[in-house]
């Protein structure tokens, strides 16, 4: 066997996988400490995720003081772990005067600085008259100098904590809008606006309801974070290995089946992963090899499992928390968004799979053999407990229960799931701690006799898990990891706070939806006359040809904008600045939020940065801007349902235009027809090998098929007849010659 074969078939280790994950993910590279630092930092994590989980389950502090706990624990945390610039030098360990467990000095000036800021709000809330600080309701829009200075002091650091864990993408963006807030007099034609004051913008900045402490941080505080707590919990008690399990049993016997089993299983984690880089390595790990065995490509492996994965960030329940802010932007119940999600989420995977089939097809590689498949009673028998939790906490969730309420249920069955055992009755008090307080909330109201009964239910059942049973040390372990990987979404939120706050101050998202579409229509009018050949006949109106033109320029800045940002973090930023255009363009406001969203997530698979694809290639040893160029290629599902849900607002099922069965049956099957047709363009092979012709007549008829009109339909029709009768009769003529 060649070296080349040998690294091919190298497993790699635990800390192979970690180190692949530091590097692609920004936020997971951090610092070594010194052993009494890394033991105090430890327990403030635990302090930091304990308090949350808490409050989840017994009730929030006013939202300032929240806000504040949480963001004064985001200073503490990544001023410890993140140094101040991403040198080798500076993550490594040192010893010197200037630095206390490897901190240095300036971190711990900075993180003083960020928890006496986080915190002010609320020692201040009711006014301090020693100090000549009135209530609070009294200095909005007119700031003492403590409120500017503490202020101007959160403003710096968290776009210092944001550039620490995500790099300087984001911060610049934030600081474009800053600097728009603040000269607006200097912009010019539409953008031009008089200025916000200096201590006006702080004061909105600072203070809550908008800016760093509005609804993003609130949200992040609230409920993401609680979510990625559960994700990597119960991940680390053995529902991630169940997802593989079950989806090779499922996808492993049939053509390419390695990578059917990467999409499936990368569907089932997207359930409870908030982290597309985190989803590609934990599965990738498995997958990727498998396929390489198979005969894939090494790039053609890395990216189906990178596209598989960032699908897990539209995939219902969770949507890598993104689902929660939707709902609190949009006014609109939880279950709403989950069920308008659903459709374009599996045209993502519909697109995905077909890749995967017909380049299983076109280099003839079979699946798994029987013996090489995972036992279905062996799999159940051994890890059913673990989908207790997610069951428990979708139960809860989908009752019309709060977000957090159902997350702490998931975490607490989560938790009896892994550490409580029937044979060991000292490990039953985690179970009855959490049905005791299950009862309590029945006694009080909060919960109706049903849910007692079956969370009750679901405690008592998670006992009898036969696995062998966590430690504490592990748990706490896994605690730390979830709090690890919410640093960067919670600094990514408190900053995209200010551009949400500078929006409301200047009203810039309706100014440049208006610049788009204006622009848009110009070119409209302009194309419409070439395309129409002077009105002789008329294939588009001109409103037509502006709606589209404008998704097209809104599709390409949400993939420029959203390079290496947190799904979470992404969505606010672009809804905020992107979704008026489409409002003032008539689209509904769930079709809106959805498009966004989606060419958001499109970006972590679009090079020339795509973080989850570079992921991939490191496990796949392949080169990673050929792997970003296969995890776009396969990820063309979730490129065209944006367009096919604008036009089709049917398609998300709740739309404020209606539902009808037969608009929705006949519009799903054409998307689905144009996904088939783009990927047989991307693989170049359908019944058999196909020529460039023709793999350029599929891909403009797949992109014909999407439009929801029976007119385009023929259309593409008629534009595909050449091929597929070419195909039919290619495959007639193999038939009879073997």
């Known amino acids: 066997m060649s070296d080349q074969s040998q690294s091919d078939q190298h497993e790699l280790t635990e800390a192979e996988l970690a180190a692949i994950e530091e590097k692609y993910d920004e936020g997971s590279a951090t610092r070594a400490v010194g052993p009494t630092t890394g033991q105090i930092l430890r327990a403030i994590s635990l302090l930091f995720a304990l308090y949350h989980f808490i409050t989840a389950g017994f009730g929030l502090p006013a939202d300032h003081w929240h806000m504040g706990w949480h963001l004064a624990g985001l200073f503490i945390l990544t001023y410890a772990l993140f140094p101040i610039i ?83 993408v984001l911060p610049l963006i934030i600081c474009v809008f800053i600097s728009y807030a603040l000269l607006g007099q200097y912009f010019p034609g539409l953008l031009k606006h008089p200025g916000v004051n200096f201590k006006t913008f702080v004061s909105s900045m600072y203070f809550p309801q908008e800016g760093i402490f509005g609804v993003t941080l609130w949200v992040v505080s609230t409920i993401v974070f609680h979510f990625v707590l559960f994700g990597v919990i119960a991940q680390r008690t053995g529902l991630g290995q169940l997802f593989i399990d079950n989806a090779t049993i499922l996808a492993g016997r049939y053509t390419g089946g390695p990578a059917k089993v990467s999409v499936v299983s990368s569907a089932f984690f997207g359930t409870i992963s908030g982290s597309s880089v985190a989803n590609t390595v934990s599965t990738g790990a498995l997958t990727i090899p498998n396929m ?112 957090f309420m159902s997350a702490f249920c998931g975490i607490s069955l989560a938790v009896v799931a892994g550490m409580s055992r029937l044979r060991e009755p000292p490990t039953l008090i985690y179970a009855a701690a959490f049905i005791a307080f299950v009862l309590w909330k029945f006694s009080d109201g909060g919960f109706d006799l049903t849910m007692t009964a079956i969370l009750c239910a679901s405690a008592a059942v998670a006992t009898l898990n036969p696995q062998t049973r966590i430690r504490i040390p592990e748990m706490a372990a896994s605690m730390e990891l979830g709090v690890k990987y919410a640093l960067a979404v919670g600094a990514a939120s408190a900053a995209v706070g200010i551009v949400v706050g500078v929006i409301n101050t200047t009203g810039i998202g309706f100014r440049i939806g208006f610049m788009v579409t204006q622009g848009a229509g110009n070119l409209a009018s302009d194309l419409y006359g070439f395309m129409s050949l002077g009105g002789l006949f008329e294939l588009f109106t001109v409103q037509d040809l502006q709606l589209f033109i404008s998704l097209v320029f809104i599709a390409i800045a949400c993939i420029l904008m959203g390079a290496g940002i947190p799904t979470t973090a992404l969505y606010i930023m672009l809804v905020s600045v992107a979704q008026p255009a489409l409002a003032q363009l008539g689209v509904p406001p769930i079709a809106s939020h959805m498009f966004v969203l989606y060419y958001g997530v499109v970006s972590e698979i679009t090079p020339p940065v795509c973080t989850s694809a570079y992921a991939a290639a490191a496990i796949a040893n392949s080169n990673p801007f050929r792997t970003g160029l296969s995890a776009f290629s396969l990820g063309l599902g979730k490129v065209v349902a944006p367009m096919a849900f604008v036009y089709a607002p049917v398609l998300l099922f709740v739309s404020s235009t209606g539902f009808d069965l037969w608009e929705f049956t006949y519009t799903a099957s054409s998307c689905i027809a144009g996904v088939i047709a783009l990927s047989t363009s991307v693989v170049g092979y359908w019944l058999t090998p196909m020529g460039r012709a023709s793999r350029i007549l599929m891909a403009v008829s797949g992109l014909i098929f999407v439009a929801p009109s029976l007119t385009a339909d023929l259309i593409a029709l008629i534009i595909a007849s050449p091929v597929i009768l070419s195909q039919l009769i290619a495959r007639r003529s193999m038939a009879e010659s073997t």
């Open 86 to 168: 991403g040198s080798r030098s500076l993550f490594a360990y040192k010893v010197s005067a200037f630095r206390i467990g490897n901190i240095p000095l300036y971190d711990l000036v900075f993180m003083a600085l960020g928890v006496a800021s986080a915190l002010y709000v609320g020692l201040a809330w009711r006014g301090i008259p020693s100090l000549g600080i009135e209530e609070q309701t009294f200095r909005m829009g007119n700031p003492n100098n403590y409120d500017v200075f503490f202020g101007v002091v959160i403003i710096l650091l968290v776009l210092d904590i944001a550039r620490r864990t995500l790099g300087w």
């Open 292 to 403: 390489k065995r198979l005969g894939y490509p090494g790039h053609f492996a890395g990216g189906v499992e990178a596209a598989s994965s960032a699908g897990g960030q539209i995939t219902p329940p969770i949507m890598g928390a993104a689902a929660f802010i939707m709902a609190e932007f949009l006014e609109l119940p939880y279950t709403t968004i989950v069920i308008a999600a659903i459709f374009p989420a599996l045209l993502h995977y519909v697109g995905v799979f077909t890749v995967v089939h017909l380049m299983a097809r076109k280099l003839d590689l079979k699946g798994l053999t029987k013996e090489q498949l995972p036992k279905l009673a062996a799999v159940w028998r051994e890890g059913w407990a673990n989908i207790v939790p997610l069951i428990g906490l979708l139960v809860v969730l989908f009752s019309g229960y709060t977000p």
